[in-house]
């Protein structure tokens, strides 16, 4: 299992920008395939976001154009760079990692766009 510890969310205007980061422990994070998912109120978890271990990612077309995943595998941490929030962004942002097809958590961290 891998740790995960999410932070930077928050509460911020439409357009307005957001960076969440996610450190994980262990030493097996640059061969692990990390992941942004959220879950709005009312609606099932989705995945935003993808980097994968050769720094290849993949976007919810949601979100394309206005978010950007990044891994930096010395720090053992993924960041989503949120950019042109909209309401519909709102959400608990979950981090989760992929190895060896175990999944893991982190405890979520919640962004809230309002006006």
């Known amino acids: 299992q891998v740790q995960l510890v999410e932070s930077g969310g928050g509460l911020v205007q439409p357009g307005g920008s957001l960076r969440l980061s996610c450190v994980a422990s262990?030493?097996?994070?640059?061969?692990?395939?990390m992941s942004w998912y959220r879950r709005a109120p009312g609606r099932e978890r989705e995945l935003v976001a993808v980097v994968t271990t050769y720094g290849l990612t993949n976007y919810a077309d949601a979100v394309k154009g206005r978010f950007t995943i990044s891994r930096d595998n010395a720090k053992t941490t993924i960041y989503l760079q949120m950019n042109s929030l909209e309401p519909g962004d709102t959400a608990v942002y979950y981090c989760s990692a992929y190895y060896r097809s175990a999944r893991s958590w982190g405890q979520g961290t919640q962004v809230t766009v309002s006006s």
């Open positions: 262990g030493s097996i994070f640059s061969d692990t395939v």
